[in-house]
């Protein structure tokens, strides 16, 4: 049950002092007739001369499919999502019975149930609560609901106060059926579990995405400040960048087409040097996952990985010029065998590729004290790692990643997704 208070800023008849959710006459549209579960039949009055109302200075539509009804069930609020609008002759023909004419005929309107509340007009809450319990009984009165109201059902389904400092809810549209009421986002849910925008080709999923990331960027406090969030957006199909020209930056990991950046926002180059990745993102990268002889490549990377980065973190000195297999490097003054065993090679240490590789090809492809290579049924792990480390140093499109550049830092990495004011 969630306790939602009601605010004058919303727009309409109800902030004058009047409140909302109130049983009256202006919104009746008809009366229950048949009650399945959480299925109902409302028969709509034979007095509605046309299927709309005029509500808070808006006409709404009655009957419009997903629109929402409620039913006044003692000091309770059910809700019911409208369904289906038809003809009372058509249910009649559906169940075989007998025939209805026309100046009988009526119009029947099919509804979902979905949630229940209380408001407190004393405190101004609404106590709203997914799901029923109580049921409505025929011929009992179905309302519309104002535009309003939805408001406060909206945000009440969302378990998020308006007075919130920074509210999750995060205007992005309008509801379908909704007669004009916002829909919000909830922020919390949206960023924090998984989430998907469906739709067929041609159907405004790009568009829905960037409507959305613009509704985000543009959220204020309660005070109107806006809360200037940090997105990360991965657009491989470079669909965004126009869109947020004036508030985005498109970091590129090679160059494009000439002429292709100047419709579309502040370009620059991507820099995340391999060296940030962990041990097993750069297995992943190496060697991949379907490699026959995993375990033993995955061992030749650990290894040459931890002596390369134990390097740059002073603990032991690099590799000679021609290094016997199996050979040890000596410990730089002061460390100790303590220090190698409670090392993490996980750690975004820099490392040199040239280390790295020296490592694999001659410590570990090398007989053990001896500078005579395996032979090539034994050194089979370590061609396929060498074969794919050259091919990678020399891709053009990786050139972001495996490129050893001197200014490249791990604080600098963070700031070009961030923003120098994070």
């Given at each position: 049950?969630v306790?939602i208070?009601?605010h004058d800023?919303?727009?309409?008849?109800?902030?004058g002092g009047?409140?909302?959710?109130?049983e009256t006459s202006?919104?009746?549209?008809g009366?229950?007739?048949?009650?399945s579960?959480?299925?109902?039949?409302v028969e709509?009055?034979?007095g509605?001369?046309?299927?709309?109302?005029?509500?808070?200075?808006?006409v709404?539509?009655?009957?419009?499919?997903a629109?929402?009804?409620k039913?006044h069930?003692?000091r309770?609020?059910?809700?019911?999502?409208?369904r289906m609008l038809?003809?009372?002759?058509?249910?009649a023909?559906?169940?075989g019975?007998t025939?209805?004419a026309p100046g009988?005929?009526?119009?029947?309107?099919?509804?979902?149930l979905?949630?229940?509340?209380?408001?407190?007009p004393?405190?101004?809450?609404?106590?709203?609560s997914?799901?029923v319990?109580?049921y409505?009984?025929?011929?009992?009165g179905?309302?519309l609901?104002?535009?309003?109201?939805?408001?406060l059902?909206?945000?009440a389904a969302?378990h998020a106060?308006?007075?919130?400092?920074?509210s999750?809810?995060?205007?992005i549209?309008e509801?379908v059926?909704?007669n004009?009421?916002v829909c919000?986002?909830?922020?919390?849910?949206l960023f924090?579990?998984h989430?998907?925008?469906?739709?067929s080709?041609?159907?405004?999923?790009?568009?829905?995405v960037a409507?959305?990331?613009r509704?985000?960027?543009?959220h204020t406090?309660?005070?109107?400040e806006?809360i200037r969030p940090?997105?990360v957006?991965?657009?491989?199909?470079?669909?965004?960048?126009?869109a947020?020209r004036?508030q985005?930056?498109?970091?590129r990991?090679?160059?494009?087409a000439?002429g292709?950046?100047?419709?579309l926002?502040?370009?620059?180059p991507?820099?995340?040097?391999?060296?940030?990745?962990?041990?097993?993102?750069?297995r992943g990268?190496?060697?991949g996952?379907?490699e026959a002889e995993a375990?033993?490549?995955?061992n030749?990377?650990?290894?040459?990985l931890k002596?390369a980065?134990?390097?740059t973190?002073?603990i032991?000195e690099?590799?000679p010029?021609d290094?016997v297999g199996?050979?040890?490097?000596?410990?730089?003054?002061?460390?100790?065998?303590?220090?190698?065993n409670?090392?993490d090679?996980?750690?975004?240490?820099r490392?040199?590729l040239d280390?790295?590789v020296k490592?694999i090809d001659?410590v570990q492809?090398?007989?053990p004290?001896s500078?005579q290579?395996f032979s090539?049924?034994?050194r089979?792990?370590?061609?396929?790692i060498?074969?794919?480390l050259?091919?990678?140093?020399t891709d053009?499109r990786?050139r972001f990643?495996m490129r050893?550049?001197?200014?490249?830092s791990?604080?600098a990495s963070?700031?070009?997704l961030?923003?120098?004011?994070?």
């Open positions: 049950m306790d208070q009601w800023k919303f727009p309409g008849k109800w902030g009047m409140s909302p959710f109130l202006d919104l009746l549209i009366k229950v007739i048949e009650v579960g959480t299925s109902i039949r709509l009055d034979r509605l001369s046309e299927l709309s109302r005029v509500v808070d200075g808006r709404c539509p009655i009957g419009q499919l629109s929402i009804v039913i069930y003692g309770r609020l059910l809700f019911a999502y409208v038809r003809m009372r002759s058509e249910i023909a559906e169940l019975q025939t209805i009988d005929d009526s119009r029947v309107l099919e509804a979902d979905f949630a229940e509340g209380v408001w407190n004393i405190s101004k809450t609404l106590a709203f997914r799901g319990e109580s409505p009984l025929p011929l009992q179905v309302y609901t104002a535009p309003s109201e939805l408001e059902i909206f945000s969302e106060a308006e007075d919130a400092a920074v999750p809810l995060v205007p549209g509801y059926g909704g004009g009421a919000r986002a909830n922020l919390d849910k924090g579990q989430c998907a925008v469906l739709g080709t041609g159907s405004g999923k790009s568009g829905t409507a959305i990331i509704s985000v960027l543009e406090t309660a005070n109107g806006v940090r997105i957006l991965i657009d491989p199909h470079n669909e965004y960048a126009a947020f004036n985005a930056t498109v970091l990991a090679y160059a494009a000439a292709q950046e100047q419709e926002a502040p370009v620059e991507l820099r995340l040097p391999y060296w940030l990745m962990t041990g097993d993102e750069l990268l190496i060697i996952k379907t375990t033993s490549q995955n030749i990377v650990y290894k040459a002596h980065r134990m390097v973190a002073g032991v690099a590799l010029e290094p199996d050979f040890v490097p000596p410990f730089v003054n002061g460390r100790t065998d303590e220090d190698v409670g090392f090679r996980d750690r975004p240490y490392f040199g280390e790295f490592h001659q492809g090398r007989k004290g500078n290579k090539p049924s034994d089979k792990s370590i061609e396929s060498l074969d794919k050259s091919v990678l140093r053009p990786l990643l050893e550049d001197a200014g490249d791990l604080e963070i700031l070009q961030t923003g120098a004011g994070a």
